[in-house]
């Protein structure tokens, strides 16, 4: 079983930057990640990070937000700088142990105004 504690979200004007956290307990994990869920839309991914360090990005996200963890601390961080308006959602984190079951966290809001 994994647990996991996101903290970090809140509000910031249209091009500035907010960094968001999240703590995996109870288990090592493999990959790690952050999906996003705007009002009205499915949730999509925003970046991904194996336990190697392989990132991948969604493209509207790509040059602005970055994607790290820290493996002794079971920890995985977004920067996002430049932020948009329509970066606006409930970001979630997402973990998947090596038995290829994902666990996400409880979701922490991000707003950003024009």
């Known amino acids: 079983q994994v647990q996991l504690v996101e903290s970090g979200g809140g509000f910031m004007q249209a091009g500035g930057s907010l960094r968001l956290s999240c703590a995996a307990s109870g288990s090592i994990v493999s990959a790690m990640g952050w999906y996003r869920q705007a009002p009205g839309k499915q949730r999509e991914l925003v970046a991904t990070i194996t336990l190697g360090g392989r990132t991948n990005y969604a493209d509207s996200v790509k040059g602005r937000f970055t994607i790290s963890r820290d493996n002794a601390k079971n920890t995985v961080y977004l920067q996002m700088n430049s932020l948009k308006p329509e970066d606006t959602a409930v970001y979630y984190c997402?973990?998947?142990?090596?038995?290829?079951?994902?666990?996400w966290g409880q979701g922490t809001q991000v707003t950003v105004s024009s």
């Open positions: 997402n973990a998947r142990n090596f038995a290829q079951r994902d666990y």
